[in-house]
């Protein structure tokens, strides 16, 4: 699937992490470098393979553990409703 | 009932007042003395606030930390409510107009009705003057601010008073107004300060007897000290403080201070200015040094340190 982020949405990278908002509820989430580095690859163009080799690729992870953390990371947005399916 | 009218002043901003109850007024001056600049500015906007009391109610059921607020689309109006209902009050964004009732019950609760009739409503419509406001202390030394920012009794008094009498000049010892114009400065809240007994007590060789009131020391800082009250000054550093045993300060990396900073700024609103609050909190905290601070009452250690600090961090963009 692919995935893009919802408009309710404000963040900022601050060197390798990131801050977002959810400006409907004022909750907000502090992510790491990896799920930084998939946010913002969250582009409504991207398909998941092609996130998770770049989570390969800058990082000393395999491709199944990429995977699973590309999953639990994408599971935890759509709940908060930071992003949405585009296809 | 003749509605009474009022007005007050509020950094370049006048609030219109009416109401039909003369105990509110009264509520309201002693919530709300401001420095004015000067030279006076122009008026940049104004605001109107209406507040009916009335008698519904015989009892308060809610919890005094309790509230709940939501921003109305339809309306383009935020709507708070807070004592279980007894205090509503409905801030209409494109009038510029706070709407209130009071259930007359509610106006024991005198220190939340400044809050939520003007702190918050206020801070809220000078958003779209690009004012941001914070729960801080502000203190300046050599044309360099200091922000000590932190929840209620956390020290923020304390500090204020503390740096106050080893030289600093004041511009806030609890509310302050961030804005960006070639940097960042903060414009000073209420210059009468309310300290309580054992605060007075550490620093009466300076405060000497200020008037009681409910409890408290009511202190007019600009007749106290008429040469180091400032109306505002630019932000060299900002430290979230908190008192502690021993003293610690360490430096903050700019999402933590973004963070921490979250709960003493008011963001969850409209939500352009939600984004635009976000914005320029994360703008703040990149380029203002931010530290935490666990401070003792070894105030002349204090001194030393926060001289330095802001005089390493200077206006320099990090």
Known sequence: MIYKRTEQVEWRKFENESLLLNVATGTYFRINEVGSLIWENLDGKKPAEELINLVVKHFDVTEAVARQDYQKFIDQLVADNLISVVE | ?318
């Open chain 2, 1 to 318: 009932m003749k509605r009474l009218q009022k007005n007050y002043r509020i950094l370049d901003f006048t609030i219109f007042v009416t109401t039909n109850s003369r105990d509110l007024i009264e509520i309201l001056d002693e919530n709300f003395l401001y420095p004015e600049a000067r030279p006076l500015p122009a008026i940049r906007g104004w605001f109107s606030l209406e507040v009916d009391v009335v008698s519904n109610l015989e009892h308060v059921r809610g919890l005094v930390d309790e509230f709940h607020y939501s921003y109305d689309h339809t309306q383009d109006a935020l709507l708070l409510s807070y004592l279980d209902g007894a205090i509503r009050v409905e801030i209409s964004y494109p009038n510029r107009k706070i709407t209130a009732r009071v259930e007359k019950i509610a106006l024991h609760y005198r220190a939340a009705l400044g809050n939520w009739l003007l702190t918050i409503p206020f801070a809220e419509l000078v958003k779209e003057y690009k004012f941001y406001f914070m729960h801080s202390a502000a203190l300046e030394k050599d044309n360099r601010t200091l922000l000590l920012a932190g929840k209620s009794g956390r020290g923020k008094t304390t500090l204020a008073l503390a740096l106050l009498k080893m030289g600093w000049r004041y511009i806030s010892d609890d509310e302050i107004y961030l804005y960006e114009e070639q940097g960042f400065w903060a414009r000073g809240g209420p210059i009468r300060a309310k300290v309580t007994c054992k605060t007075w007590e550490m620093f009466q060789d300076i405060l000497g007897e200020p008037e009681r009131y409910r409890g408290k020391r009511l202190i007019d800082l600009e007749a106290a000290f008429p040469d180091k009250v400032l109306e505002r000054g630019k932000v060299a550093t900002l430290c979230i403080i908190k008192p502690e045993e021993t003293f610690r300060i360490e430096k903050l990396k700019s999402i933590e201070a973004v963070k921490e900073l979250f709960s003493l700024a008011f963001l969850n609103s409209h939500p352009d200015y939600t984004r635009e609050n976000f914005e320029f909190l994360a703008n703040f905290c990149y380029s203002i040094p931010c530290y935490r601070l666990n401070f003792t009452t070894d105030f002349e250690e204090l001194d030393r340190w926060l001289t330095e600090i802001i005089r390493v961090n200077s206006g320099a963009l990090k």
